[in-house]
């Protein structure tokens, strides 16, 4: 009897890796809940916080990345150059604000704007969704309808500004108004031709000059933390714009 050699193809692999690595999250998931929740007047706890989201983070970039590295049809989006412009709103897009002191404030930092205090809370998956995108080649820009005092505060302090530089940051003075004296972004402002900009917004009179561009999420609210997967669910579509010629074409089928 000849026995023949077997060699097990990458996707199954890629798929058991992910399946082992979601295992492990799953396993410490508890644990990392407990840090990432720690009461903000402890002495560890922001120091604890900061170091179970970077974990929780390396857990899911490495089980999507090993995934598509390893699938067979992912090569065809490594030989395709990403030249692209992806446009962030933050408010309900990235993270969710209030002036209030939250009943529960677990999740919560604070941050001062001049002279006035803001509970502000990250969306899941925020930091592994930025670093994705990069990752994939996009060139990250923030455009905001608040106060460029407000943006610059709150991307410091939730570290938004590690994926971007700060001529990257549009706020309202950059804003434009429709007839009916309402805020849009004027993606005209970003220094991509349109058929390379990906507009993502959870408002969609932001959409107002350039409406092909636009990806509409849902805001996000504190009472959907948990279940709330909008960005990781996004990371698919921006991925697959990232060798088309025109990103309309593909967006408006959306």
């Avoid at 590295?69 to 604000?97: G, I, Q, R, Y």
């Avoid at 704007?113 to 820009?141: N, Q």
């Avoid at 408002?203 to 107002?208: I, R, T």
Wanted: charge should be positive; charged fraction near 20%; proline fraction near 7%.
């Amino acid at each position: 009897m000849v026995f023949k050699s077997f060699r097990v193809p990458r996707f199954v692999l890629a798929h058991f890796v992910q399946y082992f690595l979601e295992s492990l999250c799953i396993l410490f998931g508890g644990f990392l809940q407990r840090l990432r929740f720690v009461p903000p007047h402890s002495p560890k706890g922001p120091r604890l916080t900061k170091f179970a989201k970077v974990l929780t983070d390396h857990f899911h970039t490495a089980s999507w990345g090993l995934r598509r590295c390893m699938d067979p049809m992912s090569h065809c989006c490594l030989v395709c150059p990403n030249n692209k412009a992806l446009v962030l709103d933050l408010d309900e897009t990235l993270f969710h604000t209030t002036p209030t002191p939250p009943r529960n404030t677990a999740g919560y930092r604070t941050v001062y704007v001049m002279g006035s205090i803001y509970f502000v809370t990250e969306r899941p998956f925020m930091h592994f969704f930025l670093y994705s995108v990069r990752a994939m080649g996009f060139r990250i820009f923030i455009f905001t309808a608040g106060q460029r005092a407000y943006a610059t505060a709150i991307i410091q302090a939730l570290c938004i500004d590690d994926y971007l530089s700060r001529r990257n940051v549009l706020c309202r003075e950059d804003c434009s108004v429709t007839p009916n004296k309402r805020l849009y972004k004027d993606l005209t402002k970003i220094p991509h031709p349109a058929s390379q900009v990906v507009h993502v917004d959870n408002d969609p009179s932001c959409f107002y000059s350039h409406p092909e561009n636009g990806i509409l999420v849902p805001s996000f609210r504190q009472d959907l933390e948990k279940t709330d997967k909008v960005l990781l669910n996004a990371l698919p579509v921006l991925n697959a714009l990232r060798g088309v010629s025109d990103v309309r074409h593909i967006l408006r089928a959306i």
